[in-house]
């Protein structure tokens, strides 16, 4: 009887140590497993070259600066940013951006910025066409931010920044 016990005991401890380990999240292709940047800029991964972090830098609606960066995938050639295109909006020249292998490029950084004009206004999506050296594009919802926190002082459009007033959340009327 003792030994019938022990035995059922035995086999119930096993069941529930397997039961725990399917239980307590231990898997696979979770959320804690993909790649995540956290910021307001968007990104694409799908093609040789990554799109990382895409917004348009704007002190007033209608006119702003594209930052992004540019990650070239490919480990033996070089890539290249041939054009960038969006609906009804009119980007800046730009001579084609050169990626090294392995590289990037952080248009922060750039010395002649990319402007965006159009008909838009702070907080908008717009749809911008980025065409590559290689044939391929991808076409990417790019959103218009403020130029505050982060992004003070990158839109190359802006003779003067937003005021610091102007950047934080509106403050609440209180009624008394």
Do not use: W
Not at 67 to 84: L, Q, W
């Amino acid at each position: 009887m003792q030994l019938r016990r022990s035995a059922r005991l035995l086999t119930a401890a096993g069941a529930l140590v397997l039961a725990a380990s399917a239980l307590t999240s231990c898997g696979f292709d979770y959320a804690t497993d993909r790649v995540y940047t956290p910021g307001a800029g968007t990104n694409d991964r799908s093609g040789n070259v990554d799109v990382l972090s895409a917004v348009v830098v704007s002190a007033e609606g209608g006119s702003g600066t594209l930052i992004t960066t540019f990650v070239n995938k490919e480990t033996t050639e070089s890539a290249t940013v041939d054009a960038i295109e969006g609906e009804d909006l009119t980007i800046g020249d730009f001579d084609p951006i050169e990626i090294a292998p392995s590289g990037y490029v952080n248009l922060a950084d750039a010395d002649t910025p990319i402007t965006v004009e159009g008909d838009y206004e702070v907080g908008a999506f717009l749809s911008l066409t980025f065409s590559f050296g290689d044939g391929t594009s991808v076409t990417m919802d790019v959103p218009s931010v403020p130029d505050c926190d982060e992004y003070a002082g990158l839109d190359a459009t802006a003779e003067t920044g937003t005021p610091v007033e102007d950047c934080g959340p509106p403050t609440p009327e209180v009624e008394h």
